[in-house]
């Protein structure tokens, strides 16, 4: 994902880490290899992040690499931990593959009162950088033929993208539930979104 997108993976993974330096307990939804769990450690020396992934072989990659990660092979909509026991829960660039509806309750229900979360993933961009976009995704797969590894990530993905209305119903719900301090914040030219909330 850092080549793919020029290195914005960096920057967005910097700001989701940010926004959870303060959290003692955290979980990483959708952690894949870990790469976003080592961000968070790396500014929160005294955090515990448990990493949650539906890809097993992801999570085997994590686990050779040796970080302190608490691991779970399991599904975002149905989280198998109690009530009320994560500071924090982040998902990054799980929220166009779930039902939002499913996965924001299940967020909500294992966080704390005052616990934050942070949405992120990528969104449709508007007016020029549309095509630009457009056609960014056609070399994409051109160098997926190349790369094998690549086509399973990126054959499908713009389709994906332009479906899913996952930022604007994630805000609907989050405002409907009355969270408190819920922000949108868009990067890279309207091509990702973070979004973050507190719940009371």
Same mark, same amino acid.
């Given at each position: 994902v850092y080549a793919a997108t020029f290195g914005q993976d960096k920057v967005w993974k910097k700001q989701i880490a940010y926004n959870l330096k303060n959290s003692k307990i955290i979980l990483d939804l959708g952690c894949g290899?870990?790469?976003? !769990?080592?961000?968070?450690?790396? +500014? &929160? &020396? =005294?955090? +515990? +992040?448990?990493?949650?992934?539906?890809?097993f072989k992801y999570l085997q990659v994590a686990l050779a690499k040796k970080i302190d990660l608490s691991i779970l092979n399991s599904n975002a909509e149905v989280l198998p931990f109690k009530d009320e026991v994560f500071d924090s829960v982040v998902a990054s660039y799980v929220p166009k593959y779930t039902h939002i509806n499913k996965m924001l309750n299940e967020c909500l229900r294992v966080l704390k009162q005052n616990g934050t979360l942070v949405l992120h993933d990528f969104t449709y961009p508007a007016g020029l950088i549309r095509v630009i976009?457009? !056609?960014? =995704?056609?070399?994409?797969?051109? +160098? !997926? &033929?190349?790369i094998p590894s690549w086509k399973d990530v990126f054959m499908e993905l713009d389709y994906l993208i332009e479906e899913s209305k996952w930022l604007i119903e994630c805000m609907n719900i989050l405002n409907a539930k009355s969270m408190r301090f819920v922000t949108c914040t868009h990067y890279t030219l309207g091509t990702a979104a973070i979004v973050v909330a507190q719940k009371k």
């Amino acid at each position: 994902v850092y080549a793919a997108t020029f290195g914005q993976d960096k920057v967005w993974k910097k700001q989701i880490a940010y926004n959870l330096k303060n959290s003692k307990i955290i979980l990483d939804l959708g952690c894949g290899t870990g790469i976003l !769990s080592t961000a968070i450690q790396k +500014v &929160n &020396n =005294f955090g +515990v +992040v448990y990493g949650l992934d539906l890809n097993f072989k992801y999570l085997q990659v994590a686990l050779a690499k040796k970080i302190d990660l608490s691991i779970l092979n399991s599904n975002a909509e149905v989280l198998p931990f109690k009530d009320e026991v994560f500071d924090s829960v982040v998902a990054s660039y799980v929220p166009k593959y779930t039902h939002i509806n499913k996965m924001l309750n299940e967020c909500l229900r294992v966080l704390k009162q005052n616990g934050t979360l942070v949405l992120h993933d990528f969104t449709y961009p508007a007016g020029l950088i549309r095509v630009i976009w457009k !056609s960014y =995704f056609l070399l994409l797969k051109l +160098v !997926s &033929n190349i790369i094998p590894s690549w086509k399973d990530v990126f054959m499908e993905l713009d389709y994906l993208i332009e479906e899913s209305k996952w930022l604007i119903e994630c805000m609907n719900i989050l405002n409907a539930k009355s969270m408190r301090f819920v922000t949108c914040t868009h990067y890279t030219l309207g091509t990702a979104a973070i979004v973050v909330a507190q719940k009371k």
